[in-house]
């Protein structure tokens, strides 16, 4: 009994610790499009697993001394994604605006922030969020897409994006 449960341990820990991999193909859903020119453009995408990740989350943000909205915010995420791009180019995030807006996703807030461009959008099931996509564009053509399944409300991001604009 004893082994079967170390062998139960292992193979769950394995599971999860996957998800974990650094890849360098795209797991956001307009870049696994692979009729799409993305002209020299460098992938790095990270599936981070909710199970192990949400402690270490609030941890590091109370350290940071972040809002405790943003710290009830991840505790209501269910999945993220994060998928860096080297190499973008406007043309690029443009099209996936128009991605976005093809699929129903509302745009909710743009905030600059040391020349940084953050876009949050969200794609709402009646009163609930189920999804928020954050971009985060830099000059320098490097972008970082977050994408967040989870159920929020409306309160919820409006609180985040409140604390963050305070900043």
């Known amino acids: 009994m ?58 590091a943000l109370r350290e940071e001394g972040e809002s405790e909205e943003t710290i009830d915010l991840v505790k209501k995420a269910s999945k993220i994604k994060v998928l860096t791009v080297t190499n973008g180019s406007s043309e690029m995030l443009n099209d996936y605006a128009q991605f976005l ?36 564009g830099s000059k320098k053509n490097d972008i970082v897409f977050v994408d967040v399944k989870g159920n929020f409300t409306a309160n919820d991001i409006s609180k985040m994006i409140n604390a963050v604009s305070d900043k």
Not at 104 to 112: G, L, P, R, S, V
Request: proline share 2%; hydrophobic share 40%; glycine share 6%.
């Open 2 to 59: 004893k082994t079967l449960k170390h062998i139960f341990l292992t193979i769950l820990t394995i599971g999860t610790l996957q998800s974990c991999i650094v890849s360098g193909k795209p797991n956001i859903d307009f870049f696994q499009n692979s009729k799409y020119d993305f002209k020299g453009a460098q992938f790095a995408s990270i599936n981070v697993p909710m199970v192990l990740a949400k402690s270490y989350i609030k941890k």
């Open 101 to 136: 807006n093809n699929n129903h996703y509302e745009e909710w807030a743009t905030i600059k922030h040391e020349g940084d461009n953050i876009n949050i959008r969200v794609k709402q099931d009646g009163e609930i969020i189920k999804n928020m996509l954050i971009t985060v």
